[in-house]
């Protein structure tokens, strides 16, 4: 595969952080045909979360930002189902023809297969850009038994000089066609189970789940590019947002409760309240502490570093926003 020096060379400088598993899938990630035996060709979709027409949406005061993948139907069971579908019609039409769906969880290389499928090229942010509809877009496919004429078309790099995504990228997690996960607000809100190192914690922002600021960005998804149709409903926002004083609150049934139908309810309860300290402290220095809404996140950062239940690291962490604000709270 075109990108598997790349890929390699990325985990060996230890890109990829603490998700072990993407070195230990690399070997499979690389020859598809150890997941479906005898895989002679594989079909790749891709669907629409969001157009270059949607608007990224207002997020209040005092909540914390979802990336916009994750703001409606659970990804994982929406394309599994529709791909489930197309196995079965596969295996109708060619019986004896075997198949395995793949979004996200199979050891797969989507964006690889994306390419060699004529679905765009790979962007400096590392995301697959579709010259048409742009990146909001999810990657899945099926891997199949039956013969298949490849793709011929390749689509070439549109990137040119742009460099707005490397600009913008508030942690400096990008270098052309290289994202450093263990520096980028994606990883470190959803993979990260570790403490996240202090350096980085101002350029999270004000994100609790995700980040979209290297998409928002990119000239593919601006609306200027033409209107491109709809996306796909299931994926139409539900919770773009959520308060980060009730995070701060939250039990497990709280947090089951709050993700129950997205694709969030991966997310652990403990990141999910330590993401919401370090928003919430952010939060506060861009409102200044004498806001409404800094008050609601300050009591909820004492409540946190008071509560001789929670964790100790949780505690510290919020304890600390705490003392940084303090000296300005009236
Ligand atoms: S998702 Fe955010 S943090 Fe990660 S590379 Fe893009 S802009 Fe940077
Ligand atoms: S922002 Fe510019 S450099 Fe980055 S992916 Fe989009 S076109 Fe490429």
């Known amino acids: ?28 990630k690389a020859d598809p045909s150890r997941l479906l035996e005898g895989a002679a060709a594989a079909i790749v979709v891709a669907d629409l979360y969001a157009t270059r027409n949607d608007e990224a949406g207002d997020v209040p005061d005092g909540h914390g930002r979802v990336a916009r993948y994750a703001r409606g139907g659970d990804y994982h ?6 791909l489930h579908t197309l196995c079965d019609e ?18 797969v290389h989507e964006r690889e297969l994306a390419l060699a499928a004529g679905l765009g090229w790979v962007g400096k942010h590392t995301l697959v850009i579709h010259p048409r509809f ?21 689509v070439a790099d549109h990137c040119g000089s742009c460099t707005r995504c490397i600009d913008a990228c508030p942690t400096d997690a990008i270098t052309p066609y290289s994202v450093d996960a263990s520096r980028c607000i994606s990883y470190l809100t959803i993979e990260r189970r570790e403490p996240i190192p202090s350096e980085l914690e101002h350029g999270m922002g004000e994100w609790l789940f995700g980040c979209d600021i290297c998409q928002e960005v990119c000239p593919h998804n601006s609306p200027r590019m033409g209107d491109v149709g709809k996306a796909n409903n ?6 773009a947002s959520f308060d980060l004083a009730e995070v701060m609150k939250w039990d497990e049934d709280a947090r089951r409760a709050a993700f129950a139908k997205s694709a969030m309810k991966r997310a652990k309860l403990g990141m999910m309240k330590r993401n919401a300290v370090i928003a919430a402290g952010n939060a506060i220095t861009r409102l200044g502490a004498e806001h409404e809404q800094s008050r609601r996140l300050l009591e909820a950062l004492g409540g946190l570093a008071d509560d001789a239940g929670e964790d100790g690291e949780l505690r510290r962490l919020a304890a600390e926003a705490l003392s940084r604000h303090r000296s300005t709270m009236g």
């Not at 595969?1 to 070997?27: C, F, I, T, V």
């Not at 069971?77 to 529709?82: E, F, N, P, Q, S």
């Not at 496919?141 to 078309?153: F, I, K, M, Y």
């Open 77 to 82: 069971k929406v394309m599994k189902k529709r």
């Open 90 to 107: 596969l295996g109708a039409r060619w019986p004896g023809a075997r198949t395995r769906a793949f979004v996200d969880t199979a050891p």
């Open 1 to 28: 595969m075109r990108h598997q020096a790349e890929m390699r060379a990325w985990l060996a400088q230890g890109k990829h952080g603490s998700m072990a598993y993407l070195a230990e899938h690399a070997d499979l």
């Open 234 to 239: 299931a994926y139409a926002t539900d919770r």
């Open 134 to 154: 742009g990146s909001w877009m999810l990657l899945g496919g099926v891997l199949t038994t039956l013969e298949l004429d490849p793709c011929e078309q390749e």
